[in-house]
């Protein structure tokens, strides 16, 4: 192995706000040591689960589609489940692809317009 993805990062309006909201997504906490107004803010990735997400602020808005988004895959819900809930604490609809087969997935964006999609669970495609 060359390399390992150590940190996926994420630019941000406010950093600390938008890893607190991510927090509930992935169930990585936060730093200890972010605070609100820092401008960086860090989830930690249990061990062996993949990168930490680094939210790193930036002062101007999201104004194109990302090049580079995350593909969730729900643990311990139905994607459609997740999708709901996700709904719920703040994410908004960007797309709704899935098929009546029971295929497909959901685009959502978080707080502040960073697109992500929802596929099925381990369980839903066995």
Known sequence: MTNRIHHLNIDSRDPYEL??????VLGYPR???DFPGDPEALLIAPEGTGPSVLFCQ????????????FDL?????????EVERLLGI????????????????VTLADPEGNEFCVERS?????
């Open 31 to 33: 730093s200890d040591e």
């Open 73 to 81: 895959q729900p643990t311990e819900r139905t994607r459609d489940e």
């Open 90 to 105: 703040g994410a908004t609809l960007v797309g709704d692809l899935r098929r009546p087969d029971g295929t497909g997935w």
């Open 19 to 24: 890893a607190g909201w991510w927090s509930k």
């Open 122 to 126: 381990a369980a839903e495609r066995a």
């Open 58 to 69: 930036i002062s101007d808005e999201k104004t194109t589609k990302n090049r580079l988004h």
